[in-house]
């Protein structure tokens, strides 16, 4: 299973960025997925989540700002970040609860992408 995460980069404050994640592989069904972030020096922080019916959650920092969506069909989370501040600047990573053919439930992680929020 491989989670590929894509869309970071440098953007100014007031911004917007939208970040990608696919999954792919023998994957049976996904559950949660969802997005962290971690800022230098600090702890690695959830942002949002949102269940394979669409129940979404979101960090208070991200609530109004952000949206976490996600198309089933394509085994793929987004992450829409709008009104961007550069306390945002972290490296975002996505996260997948996924069972495989004859396996048990798993949390499976991306590689991470850097957002920078900078003028």
């Known amino acids: 299973v491989q989670l590929q995460a894509s869309g970071g980069g440098l953007v100014q404050p007031g911004g917007s960025l939208r970040l990608s994640c696919a999954a792919s592989?023998?994957?049976?069904?996904?559950?949660?997925m969802g997005w962290y972030r971690q800022a230098p020096g600090k702890q690695r922080e959830l942002v949002a989540t949102?269940?394979?019916?669409?129940?979404?959650s979101y960090v208070n920092s991200a609530k109004d700002r952000f949206t976490i969506s996600r198309d089933n069909a394509k085994k793929t989370v987004y992450l829409q970040m709008n009104s961007l501040e550069p306390e945002d600047t972290a490296v975002y990573y996505c996260?997948?609860?996924?069972?495989?053919?004859?396996?048990?439930?798993?949390?499976?992680w991306g590689q991470g992408t850097q957002v920078t929020v900078s003028s």
């Open positions: 592989g023998s994957i049976f069904s996904i559950n949660i």
């Open positions: 996260y997948a609860d996924i069972r495989l053919y004859g396996r048990a439930w798993k949390d499976y």
């Open positions: 949102i269940t394979s019916g669409g129940s979404t």
